[in-house]
């Protein structure tokens, strides 16, 4: 994901209706069990996600499938009420939206139905991405998660030893995720997108 700063900005835990009227306006930040995390992702964290953004937009134009990547917007998981993600990048399943609650008045998902694909960009708040988020995103229904760790920075037990960047890619069975980590020249094979044609050093080098 992005960068958290080191002290929780509220003193008290906020609901996701607490939340949504002081921070909901701002891209910025997100809500993790009642916590608010402010979000400063540094100019490569944005490169590579900009890069796998531009990637799949690809995928998607060439297969005129109803999909599109979000800008803004909140994944609000329906089983709790102090959470509300930010992915780097979500892929969205237009044609599944008219079953979302709030998503006529404003830009929050609730079903994983909706979520074809999520991808987050790995900073110094780590463990949301390799723990809460597998976790979460597996109850959803989300069928792909890209970790995309371009530093190197998850624990030991998630990269391995000794730690370099990583591209993990999290394919839904039976409801759990099944993880492949990848690095340097070996080739994604991605079900949502079986035509995308990367490496994980493309991904995690932002192209370069």
């Given at each position: 994901m992005t960068i958290a700063i080191n002290q929780p900005i509220q003193q008290q835990p906020l609901n996701f209706e607490e939340f949504l009227?002081?921070?909901g306006s701002d891209n910025r930040y997100e809500l993790i069990d009642g916590e608010v995390f402010d979000l400063e992702p540094t100019g490569l964290h944005e490169e590579v996600a900009a890069f796998i953004t531009t990637k799949i937009c690809v995928q998607i134009d060439s297969t005129d499938l109803p999909w599109f990547v979000l800008q803004r917007g909140l994944l609000r998981p329906s089983n709790t009420g102090m959470t509300a993600f930010r992915p780097d990048v979500a892929v969205i399943d237009q044609d599944e939206l008219i079953q979302e609650p709030l998503w006529s008045e404003q830009s929050i998902l609730t079903l994983g139905s909706s979520i074809k694909f999520v991808a987050e960009?790995?900073?110094?708040?780590?463990?949301?991405?390799?723990?809460r988020k597998v976790e979460d995103y597996a109850v959803l229904g989300i069928p792909e998660y890209w970790i995309a760790d371009y530093a190197g920075l998850g624990g030991t037990r998630h990269i391995g030893k000794p730690k370099q960047p990583t591209?993990?890619?999290?394919?839904?069975?039976?409801?759990?995720?099944?993880i492949q980590q990848?690095?340097?020249?070996?080739?994604?094979?991605?079900?949502?997108?079986?035509?995308?044609?990367?490496?994980?050093?493309?991904?995690?080098?932002?192209?370069?």
């Open positions: 009227a002081r921070y960009v790995v900073s110094s708040n780590w463990q949301n991405d390799y723990a591209l993990s890619i999290c394919r839904l069975v039976d409801g759990e995720y099944e990848l690095r340097g020249n070996q080739a994604i094979a991605s079900p949502t997108f079986p035509g995308l044609k990367l490496t994980a050093e493309q991904v995690l080098r932002a192209g370069r």
